[in-house]
Nanobody
Framework: VQVIESGGGLVQAGGSLRLSCTSS????????MGWFRQAPGKEREFVAA????????FYADSVKGRFTISLEDGKSTGALQMNTLKPEDTAVYYC?????????????????WGQGTQVTVSS
């Protein structure tokens, strides 16, 4: 399964970016897409996840109300809409895909990862 992110870039604080994730994995009831990020010198952290089966979404407290994760109908590709960006959102953002996850917020649950896309928010 190949996972590819796109859409990163440089934006001013308060601005928006939309990240896209293209996955070659099958779209079925067990599919989960997640987004994680890693800032320099920090561990990779959970951002958001969505389940294909019923569209349940999960968010880190730090992005609730600002970020929205979505899947395209019937597909394994999706996006992360990021609004009201803050300098502390600066990181490399990774899309991940997995099947039958128990804990969508834990990176070790995912089998497939993209290469990452840089998001930089200037103050």
């Amino acid at each position: 399964v190949q996972v590819i992110e796109s859409g990163g870039g440089l934006v001013q604080a308060g601005g928006s970016l939309r990240l896209s994730c293209t996955s070659s994995g099958r779209a079925d009831g067990n599919y989960v897409m997640g987004w994680f990020r890693q800032a320099p010198g920090k561990e990779r952290e959970f951002v958001a996840a969505v389940t294909w089966k019923n569209g349940n979404t999960f968010y880190a407290d730090s992005v609730k109300g600002r970020f929205t994760i979505s899947l395209e109908d019937g597909k394994s590709t999706g996006a992360l809409q990021m609004n009201t960006l803050k300098p502390e959102d600066t990181a490399v953002y990774y899309c991940a895909a997995g099947y039958g996850l128990r804990f969508p917020n834990r990176p070790y649950e995912y089998n497939y990862w993209g290469q990452g896309t840089q998001v930089t928010v200037s103050s």
